[in-house]
């Protein structure tokens, strides 16, 4: 059995009070309740006052950490209202903390507005950083991590979800969207009719004690929650990106014209196999023996 180590905590290199008239944009666990920081509970436990999303969530959180602040709502009906008030107060030299009911403020969460209008008005603010689940779903889902886009909620309306799909359609990185478990299967089902066979991992309760990864291709993945009676929890859907060659069948002379221009264009063989192996999916290592192959009189 392993033992419980004990931390010794770091000196903070912050003065260990809060600078007057600071907006604090503290991120908060997505699950599990360990996972916030140092630097977070410090924050909230100095504040004048917190701006929360959900001030009986938030204030369950506090009396976790044997924590206790003045709360204020802040969520999506009335933050333009809120965010007035809270300026106001900034600007008086109060200390607020903003906090959502899960993970960053503003990311799919209240949040986003009073932070546009704190940083127009010349306020002071600053972000204690820590969980989302967009980000924690990606560098566990095994899929490229070198360049992605958030999605946000996938879109319920039709028109909304043709812009999301243009939009996102050949975007060549990995991509990130929060849905729900109800829509997952259709959802899913409805991108690989659009998209074809990707890859993809659905992430679910991240960081809580039924936390799921389920990789696979799209119909792999489809099928086996096909077989699941009831999908339950929080879902966040990583799906691989766009790939010219995989999704169109790039021909070998379109591939050969493609190589020969980025050539062309002055770049490296390594920026240029950089740049094929993006569009094409395939290994740049391979693309860069191609381009060293030409030199050779291959093709
Ligand atoms: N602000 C949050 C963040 O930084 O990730 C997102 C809030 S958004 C209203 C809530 C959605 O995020 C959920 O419906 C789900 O799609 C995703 N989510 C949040 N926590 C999650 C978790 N523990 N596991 C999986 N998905 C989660």
């Not at 916030?36 to 938030?58: H, M, Q």
């Not at 478990?181 to 309760?205: I, M, N, Y």
């Amino acid at each position: 059995m392993s033992e419980t180590q004990v931390f010794q905590l770091p000196k903070s290199k912050e003065p260990a009070a809060l600078l007057p008239g600071t907006l604090y944009i503290v991120a908060t666990p997505i699950g599990n309740l360990e996972d916030i920081t140092l630097r977070a509970l410090r924050i909230l436990g100095s504040v004048d006052l917190i701006a929360a999303e959900d001030t009986r969530r938030t204030g369950l959180l506090l009396q976790a950490y044997g924590l206790k602040k003045p709360l204020v709502s802040c969520f999506a009906h009335n933050e333009e209202k809120q965010s007035k008030r809270l300026l106001e107060l900034l600007q008086e030299g109060k200390t607020v903390a903003l906090v959502s009911d899960a993970g960053m403020p503003g990311i799919s969460d209240p949040g986003a507005r009073l932070i546009r209008q704190a940083a127009a008005a010349g306020i002071s603010l600053t972000v204690a950083p820590g969980p989302s689940a967009g980000l924690t779903a990606l560098v566990a889902s095994g899929l490229d991590t070198d360049a992605f886009a958030f999605g946000g909620f996938f879109p319920r309306e039709n028109k909304v979800r043709k812009a999301w799909l243009s939009d996102f359609g050949s975007f060549p990185g990995t991509l990130i969207f929060y849905e729900s478990p109800k829509r997952l299967l259709a959802t899913l089902s409805f991108l690989q009719a659009a998209w074809g066979d990707r890859h993809c991992c659905v992430a679910r309760e991240l960081t809580k004690r039924y936390e799921e990864f389920i990789r696979g291709s799209l119909p792999d993945v489809i099928g086996r929650l096909e077989q699941t009676a009831e999908v339950k929890g929080e879902i966040v859907v990583i799906l691989e990106g766009y790939h010219k060659v995989k999704e169109d069948g790039l021909a070998g002379k379109e591939l050969e014209s493609l190589g020969r221009s980025l050539l062309a264009q002055g770049l490296s063989k390594k920026e240029a196999s950089r740049r094929l192996a993006c569009e094409t999916g395939l290994a740049a290592k391979d693309m860069y023996a191609l381009l060293v192959s030409w030199d050779q009189g291959a093709v």
